[in-house]
């Protein structure tokens, strides 16, 4: 019981001590020195001829709206929440239109997904840029799917080198004439049908490579696209 | 002696030749549907066939008969390196659009594998049966 009332005493003791030292102007000097925050230096990558204002007053002008904290979310799990409206492009390069109909989501990688405003010019050459990359891609898939073609050309080939090869050694040996008109017939309707081919083939292989051409441009065109709706300016997206 | 070692050289260019045309029709009709599928596993079949019943070997002393050493040494040498420039064009290509960063499916690196293996093939056959020619044409 005493030592309860000695605990008390001193309790209030303190109290009191406290609030009469706060009562009084207390002079405090500080022991800490002041922050000082140095400007930065020239960064290694930056654009020194960049003018700041003109992506960001850039970027209100047109409507682009802030990024949303997509973090995480990738372009299947936006083209599942766009339920597939206005879908265009593939997981790699792509947009839809978001719930609610005032934006965008719209990717240049499966896992970098970004909303914009519908309004946004950028989006308009992005969608140009990523349906035209979708195209030149289903052009690259199918021209590589025509494997058959080439088992038909080295067949034709086959069968065009023995017939006439048969035909000019059976009229310069002297064989047969029946035999020889036989091959020659064959001979004709298979080369007839293995430069036909072959050009078809020349042609195609020609066409591969502007669509693998094609296809960069209007990747890197998308990518440029994104990097404006960003809110980069043309010298950073460049 | 030329005319059995030209035989020797044509009868392999025929082998690889016809098991070149077997695979790529297999393959052929792997990524056909329908009649045209039918068709493919036909071809591919009656070439492999041919090859395991003999017929190359046939086939190729025919045109010695008829063409000589002469035409079957032609055979020889064209028909590896028809094989060779048609599905490495098929490979570059592919190739080309794989280091372009075009996103294209595993079906098209098995396609990529197989061209390059039928190119080595013929490449094989193609060095050997160059080799014995010169080896040949050194000898006389």
Not at chain 1, 180 to 200: E, I, K, N, Q
Not at chain 2, 5 to 34: C, P
Not at chain 2, 79 to 106: D, E, K, Q, R
Request: charged share 15%; with cysteine.
């Amino acid at each position: 019981m005493r030592h309860i009332s000695l605990i008390r005493n001193i309790t209030s003791l303190l109290l009191v001590s406290s609030l009469l030292l706060t009562a009084c102007d207390v002079k405090f000097t500080p022991d800490v020195k002041p922050l000082v925050i140095e400007e930065a230096g020239d960064q290694p990558f930056q654009d020194s001829s960049i003018d700041e204002s003109e992506s960001i007053e850039g970027a209100g002008d047109i409507g682009i709206k802030p990024l949303v904290g997509f973090g995480g979310i990738s372009s299947s799990d936006a083209i599942a929440l766009c339920n597939e409206r206005e879908f265009y492009g593939d997981n790699n390069v792509g947009s839809c239109l978001a719930p609610g109909g005032e934006s965008y989501f719209v990717w240049t990688s499966p896992d970098n997904v970004i909303e914009v405003s519908r309004d946004s010019p950028f989006y308009r050459e992005f969608l140009a840029a990523s349906q035209n990359r979708a195209n030149e891609l289903g052009d690259i898939e199918s021209l590589a799917r025509d494997w058959p073609k080439l088992a038909l050309l080295f067949g034709e080939f086959i069968a065009a080198g023995g017939t006439c090869g048969g035909t000019a050694a059976g009229i310069l040996s002297g064989v047969g004439i029946w035999l020889a008109l036989g091959l020659g017939g064959a001979c004709a309707y298979s080369a007839f049908h293995f430069f036909d081919d072959a050009v078809d083939i020349t042609n195609d292989a020609e066409e591969l490579v502007n669509s693998i051409n094609d296809f960069g441009r209007f990747s890197a065109d998308a990518e440029y696209n994104y990097c404006r709706m960003e809110g980069f300016s043309d010298g950073q997206c460049r | 002696m030329v005319s059995a070692d030209n035989l020797e050289a044509g009868d392999r260019a025929a082998l690889a030749a016809f098991l070149t045309l077997g695979i790529a029709s297999i393959v052929a009709a792997a990524t056909s549907e329908g009649a045209t599928l039918v068709l493919w596993l036909f071809v591919g079949g009656a070439a492999i066939a041919l090859v395991l019943v003999g017929i190359h070997k046939r086939i190729m002393a025919f045109f010695l008969r008829i063409g000589g050493s002469i035409l079957v040494g032609f055979i020889a040498i064209f028909l590896p390196l028809a094989a060779i420039l048609l599905f490495l064009v098929y490979g570059i290509g592919l190739g080309l659009a794989f280091a372009a960063g075009i996103p294209l499916g595993a079906e098209f690196v098995f396609l990529l594998v197989l061209a390059l293996i039928l190119v080595l093939g013929n490449l094989i056959v193609l060095v050997a049966n160059g080799a014995l020619f010169l080896r040949n044409r050194g000898a006389s």
